[in-house]
């Protein structure tokens, strides 16, 4: 079977390739193509690749290419993992917004608009090359702002393209264990889009224990969401927020923190890759020593800013390994295998949610067999949180007509309409400042 990578030059590359590497089941992927435009990240990643795979019997083949078109050719499966404009453009979406007082982030408010306008086209371009080159394959997005770039590429191949996130997973994970459940044997009713969904209930063994956890103070609040949120509000709530509901329950405090931070956090990564991609060009660098360092510092300081503003304290090792490609596997091989699963993944409503449209993507757990994954039946949002949704909907189809058309217009429509960016006046100055430092944002006219 052969897996090809969009984005095979990607920091994460080697966590998928990883847990490749302890799949010994059937119908495993045999074959693994990395596609990146850069062949020197390429080589950097394929080094540390060659040290994870160093006395594995029959680790996946690896092969790297500069032509999308090839790796296409031929893929089973095809992971999209691609970053339009790299880390220097995220921390250009972080800073055009907060110089505007409004949040600055790779998928939420208006850095993840500018994100999404670059992003989309190029996605677009990859889904209709798939529908050509490789019309059988599936394809796991894992691109951000994940459930937008899914709905893009949603256009082209129909419920071939499924996208991931870690988050409700994560998320689940931390809850179960906070109430003493195994999180594998755990149904979690978690609904919303991606990066903006609720944990309304958690069932063990038929029965919702997540009023027990709501009821009980000290339970709640010794873990990651109980400490960013506060208890107080996660009882008014009456659910468990993803953890980017952070950017929007405490918008003023994220702003403020993200503008008075020393480096944004695309900065910060910017430098921290650069000097990791620049190590690998030594001939005598220790590939994946460099990159296991790399990795931990970039996990350890995720949402740091937030988790600051909230005194929520260092982050729990146990919550320090992300598990995309946890999830991303669990899903190939649900598919590839037909080992019927559930897993919450960003998929089309088709009526899950009354309130959407069909074709919309939304994240919610599905039923995954050899026919792809297919929404539950889940119950329907409290009132405020389907006001969220709609809004950000509303938005993210304005940047998908906005990329389809070019018109300036539906852009600033886009950002206006953000209930993070609170005036027309803000989402105007936001376009004229994105499309003068992104090349990418040079089609808006
Ligand atoms: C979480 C999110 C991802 C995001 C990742 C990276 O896992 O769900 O969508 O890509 O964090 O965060 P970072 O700030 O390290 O790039
Ligand atoms: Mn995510």
Not at 216 to 235: A, M, R
Not at 324 to 344: F, G, N, P, Q, S
Not at 358 to 385: K, R, W
Request: with cysteine; hydrophobic share 45%; charged share 25%.
């Amino acid at each position: 079977m052969k897996l090809t990578i969009l984005g095979g030059g990607g920091f994460r590359v080697p966590l998928v390739y990883g847990a490749l590497l302890t799949d010994r089941g059937e119908g495993r992927v045999t074959e693994v193509v990395l596609h990146d435009l850069d062949a020197g990240r390429l080589s950097a990643v394929g080094r540390v690749l060659t040290e994870q795979a160093a006395g594995v019997a029959d680790a996946p083949t690896v092969t790297t290419t500069t032509d999308l078109d090839e790796a296409l050719r031929g893929a089973d499966f095809i992971f999209s993992a691609i970053r339009v404009g790299g880390l220097e453009g995220r921390a250009n979406d972080e800073r055009v917004a907060l110089d505007e007082g409004v949040l600055g982030q790779e998928t939420v408010g208006a850095g993840g608009i500018a994100y999404g306008l670059r992003t989309v086209p190029v996605a677009v371009d990859i889904a209709r090359r798939v529908a050509r080159l490789a019309p059988d394959a599936w394809v796991i997005n894992f691109t951000n702002p994940a459930g937008l770039v899914t709905e893009a590429m949603s256009r082209h191949l129909g419920d071939r393209v499924i996208g991931i996130c870690d988050s409700p997973v994560g998320l689940g994970r931390r809850i179960a264990r906070v109430l003493g459940a195994n999180p594998n044997e755990a149904w979690i009713d978690y609904v919303g889009l991606n990066h903006l969904g609720w944990v309304r209930g958690l069932k063990i063994a038929g029965r919702d224990e997540l009023p027990r956890l709501l009821a009980d103070p000290d339970l709640l609040g010794s873990f990651e969401e109980g400490k960013l949120f506060g208890v107080d509000w996660l009882q008014s709530l009456g659910a468990i927020p993803n953890e980017y509901l952070h950017y929007y329950y405490f918008n003023r405090e994220a702003v403020r923190a993200y503008q008075q931070a020393e480096k944004t956090r695309g900065a910060f990564l910017a430098d921290q890759q650069a000097r990791f991609y620049e190590e690998m060009r030594r001939a005598d660098a220790a590939a994946l020593t460099a990159w296991d360092r790399t990795r931990a510092e970039r996990e350890a300081t995720y949402m740091s800013e937030n988790r600051e503003t909230a005194g929520a304290g260092e982050r729990d090792a146990d919550d320090l390994s992300g598990g995309y490609e946890k999830v991303a596997l669990a899903l190939m091989r649900a598919i590839a295998r037909d080992e019927r699963t559930t897993l919450i993944l960003n998929v089309r409503n088709q009526g899950t949610l009354s309130v959407l449209d069909t074709d919309a993507v939304i994240e919610v757990p599905c039923l995954v067999d050899a026919n792809g994954a297919h929404p539950v039946s889940v119950a329907p949002l409290p009132d405020h949180a389907t006001g969220l949704v709609c809004s950000v909907k509303a938005v993210e189809r304005e940047v998908l007509a906005a990329a389809e058309s070019g018109a300036r217009a539906t852009a600033v429509k886009a950002f206006a309409l953000h209930p993070l960016v609170d005036s027309v006046g803000v989402a105007r100055r936001l376009v004229e400042g994105y499309t003068s430092v992104h090349p990418g944002l040079a089609y808006l006219k």
